[in-house]
């Protein structure tokens, strides 16, 4: 009897903390789409495609060292980056000038393909707005303040 009751208890306590354990796992291992889908009601094609948007500019701005930190904190980026429809009509001519003109005029260009770019996602620019500060914070929690910094600073 003792026994039986001995291996009943032992079997509860690894079915409770084993569903435990899953619990806090799948509590912290909620991806980018994911938050940003819950956070803001957008479907997971157009939180996809926004973020990877968000981080083609970033590619194209950062040195191969700096974008290496970002995307070493999305684990997801790969994926993302494929994502993001690619910027036609007026934000590449944009880009074009921006480039020409100098710094300040290149963020210009960014902003201007974002935008083009969730317009084709069906969300409005607005919403650009509405994503980095999710995206900074979840590059933050995996890669720390420096690197929520380095991406920060493109779109300053």
């Known amino acids: 009897m003792k026994t039986k009751t001995m291996i009943v208890g032992v079997v509860a306590f690894f079915v409770f903390f084993g569903v435990l354990g899953v619990e806090s796992v799948l509590a912290e291992d909620v991806g980018l789409v994911d938050l940003l889908t819950q956070q803001l009601g957008v ?3 157009q939180a996809e495609g926004g973020a990877g948007a968000i981080f083609n500019v970033a590619k194209e701005k950062l040195s191969k060292e700096a974008f290496g930190k970002v995307a070493g904190a999305v684990p997801e980026m790969d994926d993302l980056l494929g994502a993001a429809p690619k910027a036609s009509g007026l934000s590449g001519a944009i880009e074009g000038k921006a ?6 005029a290149e963020k210009l260009g960014g902003l201007g393909s974002l935008a083009d770019t969730f317009s ?3 969300l409005k620019s607005e919403m650009v707005d509405k994503f980095f500060p999710i995206i900074l914070s979840y590059v933050e929690s995996n890669g720390g303040e420096s690197v929520k910094n380095i991406l920060a600073g493109v779109f300053q």
Not at 99 to 104: A, K, P, T, V
């Open 43 to 45: 479907t997971e094609r």
């Open 99 to 104: 480039s020409f003109l100098g710094s300040s």
């Open 120 to 122: 084709g996602l069906g």
